[in-house]
């Protein structure tokens, strides 16, 4: 049928158009989380509200993607697959919702994220240069350097020359090739309802889910098809003289006879279709969707940017305290002298609590034994040892500390307000021996989530996200981020089928029973520096990198975490002196004044400290 429907194109014919608006859908992909709520219902109320001054020839519909899709999937349970592309468009193309969206007028599809800024009326404009019927999509192109485990290692010989969008920045389908991805989506959901259970299903389609953006464009790559114009004339042509036909221009012909004879060419073009060249869909390049907002070197280029990314607004909040995180390295004996050294060198001097759980106890470095011998793979059993020994260690902890606070109210009635609750730990992080990351970047990114809340934070990767079956997990490489109360979660209700079996897989299909959603942040990387592209490390300040092969670790670290590691230190040195300077100015003293006067402005006082000593023009002595 896909060959008739393309025969058909080539053919004379006339174009009507139905009456109404030129309709342009726009699809925001967001976290089913309140953080990230308000982000993408802030994008979709600023689209609507600019599309009110647009002529009524277009027509903006605009939907939040967790939202169509909520109480509307597997007896009510949320979608995991709700985050790829070709799980969204597979469920909408078994689902009425479908209909509801795409119709007569519909002519573009925008996927976008909720940090995707978009200049509505620029974007119309590039669209009405772009033909809505053939088979394309456009964005900003990003390409692999090399071979990557992220990507599958897809065209492991050259891998530079394929390239996949940047969701970041918007990618746009045309109505043509939505509905043919759809089609073979929904044709390919039918033949795995016909098949045994024991039959393999969705043979073309991965049972991983890593990286949304690439495994789109090697899906349209794979599966979508379509005739090569400037062989078809040809291949027609060869046809009708093997089969000494003619196309129908006789006017003298009745319509029906013109028909028939038109119908029969297509069957002998369709028996014989090897005859026909195709040509395979990869993105096409558009100069208006930009990485970010200053991409090209001039301002008027850079006007031209009809979409572009935005950092993700987890670098506007206020970050926790380091003594609120508790970093728990999961290691074995065989790399005490290797991995260890690294981390230690590194990150872990600037974590404020660190404990490594091993297979075996050593004092020198210190280790703790988790009681569960070393697995070449998996570790599950070992990972649900070490959380149940953190969480009990974090809880110990946690009393020492609130006892140390009432001890010290008690002894400073005066001064209380000055203390906030005691500085206890609120979240556990999860490493791995060869994970690289930023404390500052991790204290940073948790300030944007409430400790109270059960939050499961870290690189999402999905398993099975086509099937009922499927779900979603935090892949551990990258380190995972657990809430207290998540943490109280897997320890009260998760278990291992085996020792080896994949901890963080196991985790994540735990969780997603008891319906807990992961959050996902692209900051936390499961590879190395060089698995991913450029633009997307410059777009968001990277928390974490994992493995150390073939790259000096250290020299990773200096370049992406070492400065805010720093930073971050400075800034609580700074803090600390304020605050002293503060509960300095509230003592109860004795004052003896003194001629000379204070000058502020000439010293290098911190503000709220200036405005504490700012209460008298003499300087103050204590006696």
Not at 83 to 106: G, S, V
Not at 271 to 278: F, G, N, Q
Not at 443 to 467: K, P, T, V
Request: charged share 20%; with cysteine; glycine share 4%.
């Amino acid at each position: 049928m896909n060959i008739i429907k393309n025969l058909l194109i080539l053919m004379p014919m006339c174009a009507s158009f139905a009456a109404g608006p030129i309709e342009v859908l726009f699809l925001i992909r967001s976290e089913e989380n309140k953080y990230y709520h308000q982000i993408s219902s802030n994008l979709r109320e600023d689209l609507i509200k600019e599309s009110f001054i647009l002529s009524p020839e277009y027509y903006i519909n605009v939907h939040i993607i967790n939202k169509l899709f909520s109480n509307n999937y597997n007896n009510n349970k949320y979608n995991p697959g709700e985050w790829t592309i070709l799980n969204i468009i597979h469920h909408l193309a078994i689902q009425q919702k479908y209909h509801q969206l795409i119709n007569d007028n519909t002519r573009w599809i925008v996927f976008c994220e909720d940090n995707t800024h978009i200049k509505l009326n620029n974007l119309l404009k590039q669209l009405s240069k772009e033909n809505h019927t053939q088979i394309q999509y456009f964005g900003y192109a990003l390409h692999d350097q090399e071979p990557t485990i992220v990507h599958h290692f897809a065209f492991f010989e050259n891998p530079v020359w394929f390239p996949y969008p940047m969701l970041q920045a918007g990618v746009i389908f045309s109505k043509a090739l939505f509905e043919r991805i759809a089609n073979i989506l929904l044709y390919q959901y039918q033949q795995g309802h016909q098949c045994n259970s024991n039959q393999q299903r969705h043979s073309t389609r991965s049972e991983f889910s890593i990286d949304a953006a690439h495994e789109l464009a090697r899906f349209i790559y794979d599966n979508v098809q379509i005739i090569d114009e400037a062989n078809a004339k040809h291949a027609i042509t060869k046809v009708l003289k093997n089969d000494n036909l003619s196309l129908p221009i006789n006017t003298k012909h009745s319509s029906t006879a013109a028909s028939s004879d038109t119908n029969k060419i297509i069957e002998n073009v369709v028996k014989k279709k090897t005859l026909m060249k195709t040509q395979k869909i990869i993105m096409k390049k558009a100069t208006y969707i930009c990485p970010k907002a200053k991409w090209y070197s001039s301002v008027v280029d850079n006007n031209k940017c009809a979409m572009y990314a935005e950092p993700s607004y987890t670098i506007q909040c206020i970050p926790i305290k380091r003594q609120e995180v508790y970093f728990a390295v999961k290691t074995c004996s065989k790399y005490y002298n290797d991995r260890l050294p690294v981390i230690q060198n590194t990150w872990a001097q600037y974590a404020k609590h660190v404990k490594y759980f091993s297979d075996i106890e050593d004092g020198k470095v210190p280790t703790i034994d988790t009681g569960v011998p070393n697995a070449e793979t998996g570790h599950c059993t070992k990972t649900l040892a070490i959380l149940q020994l953190a969480l009990k260690d974090i809880e110990q902890i946690n009393r020492q500390k609130h006892q140390q606070q009432q001890q010290q109210q008690e002894q400073e009635q005066q001064q209380h307000w000055l203390h906030n609750q005691p500085n206890i730990i609120r979240w556990l992080f999860l490493a791995d021996d060869d994970t690289l990351l930023s404390v500052s970047g991790v204290c940073q990114i948790l300030g944007c989530f409430n400790s109270s809340h059960e939050i499961y934070l870290g690189e999402r990767y999905g398993y099975r996200l086509h099937a009922l079956d499927g779900f979603n997990y935090i892949t551990g490489g990258g380190g995972i981020a657990f809430s207290l109360p998540t943490l109280r979660l897997i320890v009260n209700h998760c278990k291992c089928p085996s020792l080896s079996a994949p901890d963080d897989m196991i985790l994540g299909s735990c969780l997603h029973s008891l319906q807990l959603r992961t959050v996902h942040s692209m900051r936390f990387h499961q590879a190395r520096p060089n698995d991913y592209a450029p633009e997307l490390l410059q777009l968001e300040k990277p928390i974490s990198f994992h493995k150390f092969w073939q790259l000096d670790p250290l020299e990773v670290y200096q370049k992406w975490f070492l400065t805010a590691d720093q930073n971050m230190l400075t800034e609580e040195i700074a803090f600390k002196l304020e605050k002293g300077s503060i509960a300095y100015s509230l003592k109860p003293r004795k004052i003896l004044t003194e001629t000379k006067t204070l000058a502020l402005n000439h010293m290098k006082v911190p503000v709220v400290a200036a405005a504490a000593l700012h209460h008298s023009n003499k300087r103050h002595t204590d006696l």
